[in-house]
């Protein structure tokens, strides 16, 4: 069974910086693109960065430059670095793990950028 299981989100100040972990069992990691989205209350899921399988990346212009996305293999594992946060950035964040027509989403973990 695969189950994703995101970690490291919570409070912080603007400006601060925080790192998600989310990780992955039950499935060959490594062959998996990964991604990174975020939903605030009311509006639409958006990607906020992606790696592929070769660790290729991609990023929401409203991030670049302050999150970073990577992944370790042996630890089944995708970060996201998160710097520079600002009050906007505030939501629920999930891991989806995708690759042709299959995918898999974490159950999200919070993160409150505010002073």
């Known amino acids: 069974q695969v189950q994703l299981v995101e970690s490291g989100g919570g409070l912080v100040q603007p400006g601060g910086s925080l790192r998600l972990s989310c990780t992955a069992s039950?499935?060959?990691?490594?062959?998996?693109?990964m991604d990174w989205y975020r939903q605030a209350p009311g509006k639409q899921r958006e990607l906020v960065a992606g790696?592929?399988?070769?660790?290729?990346?991609n990023y929401a212009d409203s991030v670049k430059g302050r999150f970073t996305i990577s992944r370790d293999n042996g630890k089944n594992t995708v970060y996201l670095q998160m710097n520079s946060l600002k009050p906007d950035d505030t939501t629920v964040y999930y891991c989806?793990?995708?690759?042709?027509?299959?995918?898999?989403w974490g159950q999200g973990t919070q993160v409150i950028v505010s002073s």
């Open positions: 989806k793990m995708r690759r042709n027509l299959a995918s898999w």
């Open positions: 039950g499935i060959f990691f490594s062959a998996y693109a």
């Open positions: 790696i592929t399988s070769s660790s290729s990346t």
